[in-house]
């Protein structure tokens, strides 16, 4: 730039000099257009690495060989098979029997309190009929003595609890009446699984329900007997008498009480017994 300036201030002398212009004029046209004229950029090239190329992988060397050793093949050695003991011949064991069921019975009040003379027995099941606690009876506490029954008498509990009273009221009128108190009172029938008045269907009777007892007649102190068969029909006798009396008394006990005059199948005995009868089971039949 400097150099630019100095040609500058020489320009009026070389314009008044033209021979000495031309010299120096030409190449100072030359400078002032290098210095004017803008410089050209470098071109910038772009270094272009090449690529390798894709080489394969060179598989590695496998190692050398190593020696192989030998092969054992392994010998299945059998086991010893252990000595089979001999078993001596030995009798069978029994398996034992299953123990039965428990049997839960309930006691009876009467017989703890001495009313009644009685054992319990096993229940009874048999078709409809049965009995969980059933007491075998053999004698009724009656006015400060037990009376004997002619045979036991297998009844419930409620049934053998009722006898006691009605056993005393019959041993009173045989004291007044005939001047001798009861020596035994003579039963039949009481467990029995069958219909009522023995019918081929209907209802079960109280007899197979150990509800129900049939009294034969009555033994006296003195030895007389007095029996429904023959001297229910002697109404006017003291016999006949004791016997409609002890009727009566029943009906004052139990729920049911037929005699001779109820039907056929009661013309030899009294049929006591404490069935339900009615809605709320307090109705009783006396015939």
Known sequence: MHKLFKLIALAPLLIATPVVAQDILGPLQDMVDRLTKPAEQPRLTQRVTPKPDLVAPVPRPRPPDMPSEPVVEAVETPLPRPEIAVLEEREPVATPEPEPARVYQVACPAVMMGLVEAEMAPPLSEGTCGEQSP????????????????????????????????????????????????ASVDTGTSYMCRNRNNADGGFTSEHGFANGVDVTGLTLEDGRSITVDTDWIRSVAPEG?????????????????????????????????????????????CE
């Open 241 to 285: 008498k004791l016997l409609r009396l002890a009727h009566g008394a029943a009906c004052g006990s139990f729920t049911t009480v037929l005699g001779p005059e109820a039907n056929a199948e009661h013309r030899d005995h009294l049929h006591l017994d404490l069935g339900c009868h009615g809605e709320s089971c307090r109705a009783r039949i």
């Open 135 to 182: 007491l075998l009876v053999t004698g009724v506490m009656s006015r400060g003595r037990m009376v004997p029954l002619s045979s036991p008498i297998t009844t419930n509990c409620q049934m053998a609890s009722a006898l006691p009273g009605w056993v005393a009221s019959v041993d009173g009128y045989a004291e007044a009446m005939l001047d001798s108190p009861l």
